[in-house]
């Protein structure tokens, strides 16, 4: 039996050399074994738990664990007569060397939640037979109309999630898949207690973590399925382009190949062939694309393979060694690496000379190949992935999730929704229980895809959610009347898509700066609200909400507006501290369960005092999200904060530091200044110079004067109070390699709200009474204690959304 001992360290054992990274031996040190039995101790808090009968265990890279070889923590191994103790400073495994049986293994999570619900037995799933599991995803909602199952996370309210390797295929020396039969025990036991994002963190070191996604994914994508041409599609770019609304990535969908096809070479579905009479030129079109700030994704459905139509049909046949004058079929076979060889390089790269960026995997037709095990939707998005990579570009791949592990290879494409308010509200704690699994980059189809009714709110409410998710696509199904441009919608609503489109391009400096803290320190974008505060109940109780990356709290609005108030509701968890809402400046007492009311225009985003949030400084910033030459932060007083804005030269994976500028932003309450910069690392693709916007979110308005220095000596600074209550401060051509200062005073506080002009504003929009309106707003502007006024409102005659809208306010400061 193996087990760590005191002497010098034993090397890890040699994997096999792989086309991927990957180190799958563990070091041998972490090992407890015997002739059936292994236990591997990757982490304080994560085992993995082997038995086979016949001894041979499993050191190939499998779907899920790439990297098994981890440091190894400090550990205690207690034999005993009858069994063995593993124990770390996190869990105590019992187990009596026989096979996996409830009675004979058992791991108890230390110091969790209490010693009945914190201990797994083999096969038991808990009390509600997940074992308090809080889920992770799924590998579609292709017609989903509301919330579905989901497969388990590896975070459980109970403190320990077990994740079944047992069938997952693995790779072999030439990192071909082979296929496991699932007679032999592989678990992975995840026993973090409540630390879920420790959990999180310890999965992505064995599985591999989130790659850097290329800036530009970060913006707006729009996409249709549509029967485009050239020139439709290039006079719809136009049009989005004269109405200020940017897309940094133009998805063309499948009618740009040959659809309409001889039965006999297939069903029309797969196709690497362009439709000359709707693109006569491509490179020519793609060109164009890429000329106004697009990347390119074409939609591809692989599994009909190649028909004798396909221009690349002569290639792929003299590839293979078959003979063309046949006119077969050649089919589709992941299993054959010669077929895959020529998939990639006669199909695809062809294609990608003439200027499509990836590809938009779109198999819809189940998990099975010719190899039992072996599912061709986990080698697509493998192979693609690590074929984009190529030549030293950033890779990326669009497809459906296909089990755990496959966080390594984004982007993720939910599916076919259905257009529905039930759809809406479950794809906010879609998204974030997602992260549970690691799978942090999902793309939905906004607005949905496909039957339902056109309802502009809806549309409007889900371009919001888009917003604030971690990819914004734009989709609908082929029908002439299912359109996501804005200008199909009411004027209102178009209004408030316009404002949100160009929101989330003002976000991609903070939004690439958590791209890069996905990928380096193994925290998706998007996390449940119990992965920063696990131990408050209310945190479990709230699943629309989320935060969205480290500064901010997103309720979404997913019902209809209620007709007397004007307003949606949703129900909200205020964490400890002081909150202020950063699209409409209230502030907001903490640590408390409240109803959220928003008029159309509005969602509830929510930072923290000490938030510090990068923006674009363009009012309407532009199609390829670059490194802009203004930047305004966001700064919310009452607290210390700090931020490093992370940008990248695009180049190569985004890990080498060689090609990241770091900009250190931080607040010192105490002294009231913000500072920005030098920038640190390489800069040469930075613009030479930046102005920066410093804008301080309800600040109070007794404020001294307001000073700005850069590199200690004076800078001319532009100082403005606005109308949304805000301090905005504006220094301009500041040299990247400098420091700024922004100096509003000591120990700054945020305003108290204006409850007048609030309440005002919810009244006027109300489709009540108007002496109803009119008693109200006396009643709640009295000059009386908050009790009375608040006793003096219930006794009124009034609808009870309208009143709980208007007491939103009266008590979001106490």
């Not at 040190?29 to 085992?47: H, K, S, W, Y």
């Not at 229980?433 to 809806?458: F, M, Q, R």
């Not at 903490?590 to 159309?600: A, I, M, Q």
């Not at 105490?670 to 920066?692: D, K």
């Amino acid at each position: 039996m193996r087990r760590r001992t005191d002497g010098a360290p034993d090397p890890p054992e040699a994997g096999p050399v792989l086309p991927f990274p990957a180190r799958p031996v563990a070091d041998p040190r972490a090992v407890v074994q015997g002739d059936t039995f292994r236990i591997t101790v990757l982490a304080d808090g994560l085992l993995r738990l082997e038995h086979a009968a016949d001894g041979v265990f499993e050191d190939r890279p499998s779907t899920f664990a790439l990297h098994r070889a981890q440091p190894v923590p400090d550990v205690r191994v207690v034999e005993h007569a009858t069994h063995v103790e593993v124990v770390t400073s996190r869990l105590r495994l019992t187990y009596d060397r026989g096979p996996f049986a409830p009675h004979g293994l058992q791991v108890a999570v230390l110091g969790a939640v209490s010693a009945y619900d914190s201990v797994w037995w083999f096969g038991d799933g808990g009390r509600d037979g997940r074992g308090g599991n809080l889920g992770g995803t799924a590998r579609t909602l292709d017609l989903a109309d509301g919330a579905i199952p989901l497969d388990p996370g590896v975070v459980s309210r109970w403190g320990y999630a077990v994740l079944d390797d047992s069938r997952s295929f693995v790779f072999d020396d030439h990192g071909t898949p082979v296929p496991r039969d699932g007679s032999r025990h592989d678990l992975y036991v995840f026993a973090y207690g409540h630390d879920h994002a420790a959990a999180v963190r310890a999965l992505y070191a064995v599985s591999g973590p989130q790659p850097v996604l290329p800036r530009w994914a970060l913006g707006s994508w729009w996409s249709r399925y549509h029967r485009y041409t050239a020139d439709s599609y290039r006079a719809l770019m136009e049009r989005f382009a004269a109405a200020g609304l940017p897309f940094s990535v133009a998805v063309v969908d499948m009618d740009w190949h040959l659809v309409d096809i001889d039965p006999a070479h297939g069903s029309g579905w797969t196709g690497y062939t362009w439709n000359r009479e709707l693109f006569p030129d491509p490179p020519a079109f793609l060109r164009w694309l890429h000329d106004h700030g697009h990347r390119v994704t074409l939609n591809v459905h692989p599994a009909d393979g190649v028909g004798a139509h396909e221009d690349a049909y002569a290639a792929m046949c003299a590839a293979l060694g078959r003979d063309p004058e046949s006119g077969d079929p050649v089919a589709f076979d992941v299993t054959d690496e010669a077929f895959l060889t020529a998939y990639l390089e006669l199909l695809h790269h062809p294609l990608e000379a003439q200027g499509v960026d990836f590809w938009w995997l779109d198999w819809q037709q189940g998990g099975h190949s010719r190899l039992p095990g072996v599912d061709p939707l986990w080698v697509l998005n493998h192979r693609h992935f690590l074929d984009s990579a190529r030549d030293g570009r950033r890779p990326l791949t669009f497809s459906r999730y296909a089990g755990p592990g496959s966080h390594r290879y984004p982007v993720g494409f939910s599916g076919d929704t259905v257009v529905s308010w039930a759809s809406l509200a479950f794809q906010p704690e879609f998204t974030a229980t997602a992260a549970n699994i690691g799978y942090g980059w999902w793309s939905h189809d906004v607005g949905g895809h496909l039957w339902g009714v056109k309802d502009d709110e809806l549309a409007t409410r889900w371009v919001q959610l888009g917003t604030f998710s971690p990819i914004l696509r734009l989709h609908s199904s082929n029908n002439p009347f299912m359109t996501k441009e804005p200008w199909t919608f009411g004027p209102e609503h178009e209004q408030v898509q316009t404002r949100y489109l160009r929101l989330r391009h003002r976000l991609v400096p903070y939004l690439h700066t958590m791209n890069h803290r996905a990928a380096r320190e193994g925290v998706p974008l998007v996390v449940p609200v119990y992965h920063r505060w696990p131990h408050a109940d209310e945190a479990y109780t709230v699943p629309q909400q989320a935060c969205f990356g480290s500064e901010l709290l997103v309720v979404p609005m997913t019902t209809p507006r209620d007709p007397a108030s004007a307003t949606s509701a949703a129900r909200a968890w205020l964490p400890p501290g002081t909150w202020v809402d950063v699209l409409t400046g209230l502030v907001y007492d903490g640590d408390r369960e409240t109803l959220l009311h928003r008029d159309l225009a509005h969602l509830p985003v929510l930072a923290p005092a000490g938030s510090l949030v990068p923006l674009d400084g363009a009012a309407v910033p532009g199609n390829d999200p670059v490194e802009p030459a203004h930047l305004e932060v966001l700064v919310v007083v009452g607290a210390d904060g700090a931020l490093t804005l992370v940008e990248d030269d695009g180049t190569g994976d985004g890990l080498d530091d060689a090609h990241v500028a770091r900009t250190a932003l931080t607040w010192d309450q105490a002294a009231g200044t913000f500072t920005a910069g030098p920038v640190a690392g390489a800069a040469g693709f930075l613009p030479r110079t930046r102005t920066w916007t410093a804008t301080f979110l309800s600040a109070a308005a007794d404020l001294p004067p307001v000073t700005a220095t850069v590199d200690g000596a004076p800078a001319d600074a532009d100082v403005v109070r606005g109308t949304d209550g805000h301090l905005h401060v504006t220094v301009a051509d500041v040299p990247v390699g400098a420091a700024l200062a922004v100096h509003v005073g000591p120990d700054p506080a945020l305003r108290r709200n204006d409850v007048e002009r609030h309440v005002y504003a919810r009244l006027d929009a109300a489709q009540i009474a108007y002496e109803t309106k009119r008693r109200v707003h006396d009643v709640v502007t009295a000059d009386r204690p908050l009790h009375t006024r608040l006793a003096h409102l219930a006794a009124l005659d009034v609808p009870e959304p309208v009143r709980a809208a208007v007491e939103e306010v009266l008590l979001a400061q106490g």
